[in-house]
């Protein structure tokens, strides 16, 4: 049965008139320090839930900037539900960030608490951050409304759509436009996870307003665990962005150690990541390890150039994500004592790639046939190898 969004009508349009969807039906794209949110690429702001030490935050910075992510992320004034929790370096933790932010190449965002802070906050950060207990907080909202700055804008954990995007209102009204809204999960009856990540959040904000949305999979679940899966739900959900908490020792966190992935972590879910978004088509940022290229070539043939490079990243980020659901495929035949291999499929494959060749100006069947065996053959050898399988051909193509 085919769900249809209702779209806004003309009363809750004048609850918010600069943030609905009907304002700028194209959609609104919004940089952070030259990073754009909203537009083709799906864009990962990363780093620790909070700034400790210079040490950790410069660690952190450069580990998310490696793998790919385009923000950084850092708490340095922290609202914690406990009066005797970490409540952030303040200050301090600013300058701490921002030089990390410089030193990896990262624009950087970070949570602005009260009115008097919002002016040291934007003197450092590129983006000012509403957390979840001020989405309400309206002097705030107004403040930031003249900060200069944009605005991460996140869901309270009680708070309903069209609240968060009155709060956004708040922002727009004030003389601010750039405004990304974030869902950062709701509070549930269940205990299971930290909150319950409202994924719906998306496609319904998708259909009421022309701002951008990230998700944050780190508070929406409590759980580093969850963090990959979620993500990947995000993507397919239609986000434009994901914010993450990545340290560099999660079981010596000040804050939010539970949630944080570590830099490997990150880095294998950024990988994974790749072919998700390429599905979905977008372009996720290439590890900086992977990609030393020039870019921003200001001639005709440089810029077909830089597009045939965003193609080869995507091309390869599919064929990682393809031998990596080949293995997940083989281990499970092999722990049911199925054979890796089935010819018919194999060669169903290579059938369809053909039919489904590109008409004129593509490639032709004969070449599509050998590019998919190319694909098949190599990947039949990763699956040996990682599963320790004798080199027979018994690999499987999918």
Same mark, same amino acid.
């Given at each position: 049965?085919?769900?249809?969004?209702?779209?806004?009508?003309?009363?809750?349009?004048?609850?918010?008139?600069?943030?609905?969807?009907?304002?700028?039906?194209?959609?609104?794209?919004?940089?952070?320090?030259?990073?754009?949110?909203?537009?083709?690429?799906?864009?990962?702001?990363?780093?620790?839930?909070?700034?400790?030490?210079?040490?950790?935050?410069?660690?952190?910075?450069?580990?998310?900037?490696?793998?790919?992510?385009?923000?950084?992320?850092?708490?340095?004034?922290?609202?914690?539900?406990?009066?005797?929790?970490?409540?952030?370096?303040?200050?301090?933790?600013?300058?701490?960030?921002?030089?990390?932010?410089?030193?990896?190449?990262?624009?950087?965002?970070?949570?602005?608490?009260?009115?008097?802070?919002?002016?040291?906050?934007?003197?450092?950060?590129?983006?000012?951050?509403?957390?979840?207990?001020?989405?309400?907080?309206?002097?705030?909202?107004?403040?930031?409304?003249?900060?200069?700055?944009?605005?991460?804008?996140?869901?309270?954990?009680?708070?309903?759509?069209?609240?968060?995007?009155?709060?956004?209102?708040?922002?727009?009204?004030?003389?601010?436009?750039?405004?990304?809204?974030?869902?950062?999960?709701?509070?549930?009856?269940?205990?299971?996870?930290?909150?319950?990540?409202?994924?719906?959040?998306?496609?319904?904000?998708?259909?009421?307003?022309?701002?951008?949305?990230?998700?944050?999979?780190?508070?929406?679940?409590? @759980?580093?665990? /969850?963090?990959?899966? #979620?993500?990947?739900?995000? =993507? %397919? !959900? *239609?986000?434009?962005?994901?914010?993450? +908490?990545?340290?560099?020792?999660?079981?010596?966190?000040?804050?939010?150690?539970?949630?944080?992935?570590?830099?490997?972590?990150?880095?294998?879910?950024?990988?994974?990541?790749?072919?998700?978004?390429?599905?979905?088509?977008?372009?996720?940022?290439?590890?900086?390890?992977?990609?030393?290229?020039?870019?921003?070539?200001?001639?005709?043939?440089?810029?077909?150039?830089?597009?045939?490079?965003?193609?080869?990243?995507?091309?390869?980020?599919?064929?990682?994500? @393809?031998?990596? /659901?080949?293995?997940? #495929?083989?281990?499970?035949? =092999? %722990? !049911? *004592?199925?054979?890796?291999?089935?010819? +018919?499929?194999?060669?169903?494959?290579?059938?369809?790639?053909?039919?489904?060749?590109?008409?004129?100006?593509?490639?032709?069947?004969?070449?599509?046939?050998?590019?998919?065996?190319?694909?098949?053959?190599?990947?039949?050898?990763?699956?040996?190898?990682?599963?320790?399988?004798?080199?027979?051909?018994?690999?499987?193509?999918?």
């Amino acid at each position: 049965m085919a769900v249809t969004i209702a779209q806004p009508g003309h009363g809750r349009d004048l609850a918010y008139p600069l943030a609905a969807r009907t304002a700028r039906p194209e959609g609104s794209v919004v940089e952070i320090g030259g990073v754009p949110f909203g537009g083709r690429e799906l864009v990962v702001i990363a780093g620790p839930c909070a700034v400790e030490t210079a040490e950790q935050v410069h660690a952190a910075a450069h580990a998310v900037a490696e793998a790919g992510a385009r923000v950084l992320r850092g708490g340095a004034f922290k609202p914690r539900t406990s009066p005797y929790a970490f409540q952030g370096l303040g200050v301090e933790g600013l300058h701490l960030l921002a030089e990390a932010g410089r030193a990896a190449g990262l624009p950087v965002v970070t949570e602005v608490l009260a009115t008097e802070d919002v002016a040291v906050v934007a003197e450092h950060a590129d983006a000012l951050q509403v957390g979840a207990r001020n989405v309400q907080n309206f002097a705030l909202l107004k403040a930031l409304g003249r900060a200069g700055r944009p605005v991460l804008l996140k869901r309270g954990m009680s708070t309903t759509i069209e609240e968060l995007l009155m709060a956004a209102e708040y922002v727009l009204a004030h003389g601010n436009p750039d405004v990304i809204l974030c869902e950062r999960g709701i509070r549930s009856f269940d205990p299971s996870t930290r909150n319950t990540l409202d994924l719906a959040a998306v496609p319904v904000l998708a259909a009421l307003t022309h701002l951008p949305v990230v998700i944050d999979p780190s508070h929406g679940t409590g @759980r580093r665990d /969850l963090v990959a899966p #979620l993500s990947k739900a995000a =993507v %397919a !959900a *239609g986000a434009d962005g994901l914010i993450i +908490e990545v340290h560099p020792d999660p079981e010596t966190a000040w804050s939010d150690g539970p949630q944080s992935l570590d830099p490997r972590m990150f880095a294998d879910l950024m990988r994974e990541l790749a072919g998700y978004a390429a599905l979905e088509g977008r372009a996720l940022a290439a590890p900086r390890w992977r990609d030393a290229r020039p870019r921003s070539w200001s001639t005709p043939v440089g810029a077909y150039r830089d597009q045939i490079d965003e193609v080869d990243d995507q091309i390869l980020a599919l064929l990682e994500h @393809r031998a990596e /659901l080949g293995q997940r #495929l083989g281990r499970i035949k =092999v %722990a !049911a *004592g199925q054979p890796l291999r089935v010819p +018919e499929r194999e060669q169903d494959v290579i059938d369809r790639a053909a039919a489904a060749a590109a008409g004129p100006g593509g490639l032709g069947p004969d070449a599509v046939v050998r590019v998919f065996r190319a694909i098949v053959s190599e990947t039949r050898a990763v699956q040996e190898d990682r599963l320790e399988v004798p080199s027979a051909g018994l690999g499987v193509a999918g």
